[in-house]
């Protein structure tokens, strides 16, 4: 596989996981400070959308 080929999917595979990190990120945040998120499975398919 060329370098070129493999740089560009990786940052793509970032791009694109990005919204989905972001949304499990405050997921984790919300649990540690003891707060029960009902949303998160929506939350987690907006931000797949996206």
Do not use: F, K, W
Not at 1 to 18: E, K, P, Q, R
Not at 24 to 30: A, D, K, N
């Amino acid at each position: 596989m060329n370098d070129s080929v493999l740089l560009l999917s990786l940052i793509s595979a970032v791009v694109i996981g990005t919204p989905i990190l972001l949304a499990g990120l405050g997921e984790m945040m919300t649990a540690h400070s003891g707060v029960m998120n009902l949303g998160i499975e929506g939350m987690l398919l907006g931000g797949g959308v996206v």
